[in-house]
């Protein structure tokens, strides 16, 4: 990946603070199943605990599924900011828009910002994921932009 690409994709767009819950919880949710890759964290037990056993299993499986979708089928490698940054990469901004958008309900445009991310012939099907997560993300009712209060980092990382 080149400079240039590195750059665009962490490019700095927006505020965590600025995002609604669904959107903050999807970056701040990608950013631990990115820290989770390097065997750190299990995000899994959030969604068991707030969801309960059987649908919080199929919430974190499908948000793993979704997140495994980007390095498998990425266009290039997903940049993301530190766990602690305040900073919304345009990545990150991409991956928040596609769940809420999912969880709206509207497939196809959904499909469409996935197309953005991975090929487009797994679009639907990435889709369909974002919205499962999308509901959860929903029905946990979190807002986990509140919680983020460590200074502003901008180191940046690559989903591969």
């Known amino acids: 990946m080149t400079t240039a690409q590195t750059k665009r994709g962490g490019a ?5 603070a600025e995002l609604g819950g669904i959107e903050a919880a999807s970056v ?8 989770k ?20 299993e199929r919430a974190a499986n499908a948000f793993t599924q979704l997140c495994s979708m980007c390095t498998q089928y990425g266009r290039r490698p997903l940049v993301r900011h530190a766990m602690t940054c305040k900073c ?3 990545d990150e ?7 809420a958008t999912a969880a709206d309900g509207a497939h196809d445009d959904a499909a469409l910002i996935a197309t953005l991310m991975i090929r487009p012939a797994m679009a639907d099907k990435m889709a ?3 919205h499962n997560v999308g509901i959860a993300f929903r029905r946990m009712r979190l ?16 989903l591969h």
Request: with cysteine; hydrophobic share 50%; glycine share 8%.
């Open 12 to 16: 700095p767009v927006g505020l965590l």
């Open 28 to 35: 701040i949710y990608l950013r631990l199943w990115c820290a």
């Open 37 to 56: 890759a390097d065997g750190k964290i299990d995000i899994e037990n959030d969604f068991v605990a707030m969801l309960g056993a059987a649908q919080g």
């Open 88 to 90: 919304l990469g345009a």
């Open 93 to 99: 901004a991409c991956f928040a828009n596609l769940i």
């Open 128 to 130: 369909a994921l974002a």
């Open 143 to 158: 807002c986990p932009s509140e919680k983020l209060t460590a200074p502003t980092r901008h180191d940046h990382a690559t």
